[in-house]
């Protein structure tokens, strides 16, 4: 399974964005979706993860202002970041469970990562 982010970029404060991250190949069924983010020098942290269901949880720091949905069909997960702070700058990372086959076990998986700088 690979995960593929795009939709990071250089955004002055207040603006926004939209994060896509496409899960591809092997794929039986995917669970829990997710975005994570690392700031130079911080350890990674949760930022959104939503549930097969559509359930969603959200870090405290981004409650209200980021949204996490997810497209089944087309096995995306997105993360609209709204007015952005200069803290929010990071890698973000979408993070999945997913079954290559109907009797495999769930693994998780990473994406590369990308890029979102809040800055004026």
């Known amino acids: 399974v690979q995960l593929q982010a795009s939709g990071g970029g250089l955004v002055q404060p207040g603006g926004s964005l939209r994060l896509s991250c496409a899960a591809s190949?092997?794929?039986?069924?995917?669970?829990?979706m997710g975005w994570y983010r690392q700031a130079p020098g911080k350890q990674r942290e949760l930022v959104a993860t939503?549930?097969?269901?559509?359930?969603?949880n959200y870090a405290d720091s981004v409650k209200g202002r980021f949204a996490i949905s997810r497209d089944i069909a087309k096995s995306t997960v997105y993360l609209r970041l709204n007015s952005l702070k200069p803290e929010d700058t990071a890698v973000y990372y979408c993070?999945?469970?997913?079954?290559?086959?109907?009797?495999?076990?769930?693994?998780?998986?990473w994406g590369q990562g990308t890029l979102v700088t809040v800055s004026s």
């Open positions: 190949g092997s794929i039986f069924s995917i669970g829990d």
């Open positions: 993070n999945c469970d997913a079954k290559t086959h109907r009797w495999a076990g769930t693994s998780n998986y």
């Open positions: 939503i549930t097969s269901g559509g359930s969603t």
